[in-house]
């Protein structure tokens, strides 16, 4: 019986393309690699998570609405100092600001607005790759797994088993398969958790820094339009 079955299998492997052959061939491999290289994204997505985390820690102004209040006053010396050698966009943002004090208030938000841009780009770096890879993971996992059911299916029509034998045979090799879908899903749900997270947070520090620089324009043109009247008023006397 086992013969006869082998013999059916080896005529129906011959009624197939060559085209067709060398791909189930190549499907007829181990999944296993699939679940290599989830296991390294996945070290490699949790160290970059890390790294963006103690970069927007470290690169944030604590006080800044503290500052922006100060601005609002016109207390441009004080923030000055405050600012210090804090890093990241909201200092870089107001150490730049304040040294074009100078040039006017027009030339200020200049400043601020190609400031942002060159920030900008350093906290969204490794961004994409965390997006891309929560996006794709749980498709290589579905590769994984569908490797897994063709060489389990395979498998099944080498050893020509029935009943029981031929139940544990299919069970077998599918639960080992969809083990891939598994992991794929658990290296996609942290990444794009952590993407998100990250984007949300990235928001509210542009925010934070443009409520800085309005505060700072908006005393500029306080402080020369409440000087225009004073100088109409000794002209006049």
Known sequence: MTSFVLLAQMGHNEQLGWLSRKLLGVTLTSAEWVLW??????????????????YFATHRLPNSEELAVRLARGELDAVRTAVGKHKGMEAAVLREALASVDQGADTVEQVIASTVARERPQYERYLSFLG???????????????????????????????????????????????????????????????????????????????????????????????????AVASEAR
């Not at 290289?37 to 103690?54: C, D, F, G, P």
């Not at 020509?160 to 083990?179: D, F, N, P, W």
């Open 37 to 54: 290289v989830l296991v390294i994204l996945s070290v490699l997505s949790i160290a970059l998570m890390l790294e963006r985390a103690v």
């Open 132 to 230: 891309t890879l929560g996006n794709n993971a749980p498709f290589i996992g579905l590769f994984g797994t569908v490797l897994g059911i063709i060489k389990a299916f395979n498998d099944l029509g080498s050893m020509g088993a029935k009943g029981a034998s031929m139940q544990q045979t299919v069970m077998a090799g599918i639960s080992e398969a969809l083990v891939a879908t598994a992991v794929g899903l658990a290296v996609a749900i942290p990444a794009v958790v952590a993407f998100n997270v990250f984007n949300r947070q990235l928001k509210t520090l542009t925010s934070r820094t443009n409520a800085l620089g309005h505060a700072l324009v908006g005393s500029l043109r306080a402080q020369r339009g409440g000087s225009a009247p004073r």
